[in-house]
């Protein structure tokens, strides 16, 4: 936990009541816009795989259709982030920034831009998340509240630190998992003003998200046993594995910036647009390994039975997709993808396991997707009780909680020996520096 600071009311409860008031309204306003968010991308998904179905019943250069298509969106989204530059990527890192003091809270003109933007790159098909947009409109939605509710500074910060987790709650149908990520990645810190505006904002907001989306968890999957304990073993193995790639994958993510940032002589909007041109190839090839990932993530957890090759493929695509995407410098967060490779990855590793094993182990497919959902989210972004709970919030499934407890514990630990930072560390560190934050109190 890290220590208080003198400028930091949290420390006390003065203006509690008024905070948590504060926070019970705008949680339902970031309630409204995340799951009208949600339903957009929903809608894009159905068109977009309608799309390319209509596409591979024409004759000639049908490939052509998907990648004008993917292109289109993503220039239109790098259009919008031209306009206003701080929506461009997640806006997870910005919050951090925020809550540090190393940038200025959002302005409430980032809300349309975020959703505009995040459903033409998303909903075109770049490989990217819903969560990273909609937690920065929850910040930006917090802070404009915080200052209309003429709250001090520092209490601003607070305000679009709690709402952002609401907006993460929102993203993920994961009330715990949002007041979670809250206090473990953003504030690193636990604190009773904090947890409280958090809790308020993400109770509301989930609520009036599930009234309009409906009561039920992303991920309906079916009773399934607890895996027996003499399998833990291979759980640790498959978490050591799965720090690796997620190393690997946060390296990954970093040099495509790197390089795509390298190529000066090109524009931003003419970048975004040769990016989405190569997803929307990918997407004639493999309709379901691109856009955020859900359908995919739901077949696997349903039970469908891919072919390895199958699965090899989606993995490949979307691992190098993903931060190709991210380098496009639109709207869209990383959390999505990674729940959806955790699950290919998990899937992957248990057939190649039962290949190898005399016995059967058929039984252990569904709970490996689930832990490798949770343990290479927890490699990356590293906050792996937010990990475990997400995955259990979205899947109502509390079954594999030992083994994901024992993988997620050694994906972490290989991720850190191996020297991997976490990945929103590295991207807040290549924020464009902003004039030193001076509050007056």
Not at 99 to 111: F, N, T, V
Not at 396 to 425: C, Q
């Amino acid at each position: 936990m890290t220590e208080s600071t003198p400028d930091d009311p949290d420390d006390s409860m003065r203006g509690s009541v008024h905070i948590c008031v504060t926070a019970f309204i705008t949680g339902a306003m970031i309630g409204v816009v995340g799951a009208a968010f949600r339903w957009c991308l929903e809608q894009a998904e159905r068109l977009r795989l309608d799309l390319v179905h209509w596409a591979h019943g024409l004759p000639g250069p049908n490939w052509l259709i998907p990648i004008a298509a993917a292109a289109a969106g993503a220039t239109l989204a790098a259009l919008i982030v031209k306009w206003v530059p701080l929506a461009a990527g997640s806006g997870i890192q910005h919050v951090e920034a925020v809550y540090r003091r190393e940038a200025r809270p959002p302005d409430i003109h980032l809300l349309p831009a975020k959703f505009a933007g995040g459903v033409l790159g998303i909903g075109s098909g770049l490989v990217l998340g819903r969560e990273g947009p909609t937690v920065h409109m929850g910040a930006a939605i917090g802070a404009e509240a915080a200052r209309r509710a003429r709250l001090p500074a520092s209490e601003v910060r607070m305000m679009q630190t709690a709402l952002g987790g609401a907006g993460l709650a929102v993203a993920f149908n994961a009330p715990l998992g949002g007041t979670l990520f809250t206090l473990e990645e953003v504030t690193k810190s636990f604190r009773v003003k904090t947890v409280l505006a958090t809790l308020f904002a993400a109770a509301t907001a989930v609520g009036v998200a599930r009234w309009m989306l409906g009561n039920r968890p992303d991920f309906l999957v079916e009773p399934i046993a607890a895996p027996e304990l003499r399998w833990l073993w291979l759980f640790a193995l498959f978490g050591v594995l799965t720090g690796i790639l997620g190393a690997a994958y946060n390296r990954l993510v970093l040099w495509f910036l790197d390089r795509v940032a390298a190529i000066r002589r090109v524009p931003r909007t003419a970048k975004a647009t040769i990016i989405g041109a190569l997803v929307g190839l990918a997407m004639f090839v493999y309709p379901l390994a691109v856009g955020g990932g859900d359908t995919l993530t739901e077949m696997i957890l349903g039970g469908h039975q891919f072919v390895l090759p199958v699965v090899v493929g989606y993995l490949l695509v979307r691992f190098v997709a993903g931060p190709l995407s991210y380098s496009a410098a639109v709207p869209g967060g990383l959390f999505a993808p990674l729940l959806a490779l955790g699950a290919l990855w998990g899937f992957l590793f248990l057939g190649v396991f039962s290949a190898l094993w005399p016995g059967d182990v058929a039984d252990l497919a569904i709970p490996m997707a689930l832990v490798g959902m949770a343990a290479f989210f927890a490699a990356t972004v590293r906050a792996p009780v937010t990990a475990i709970v997400l995955v259990i919030e979205m899947t109502a499934t509390t079954e594999v909680a030992v083994p994901m407890l024992a993988a997620i514990g050694a994906a972490v630990l290989t991720a850190y020996l191996v020297g991997s930072p976490p990945i929103y560390d590295s991207l807040r560190e290549r924020m464009p520096p902003e004039e030193p934050v001076v509050e007056r109190r």
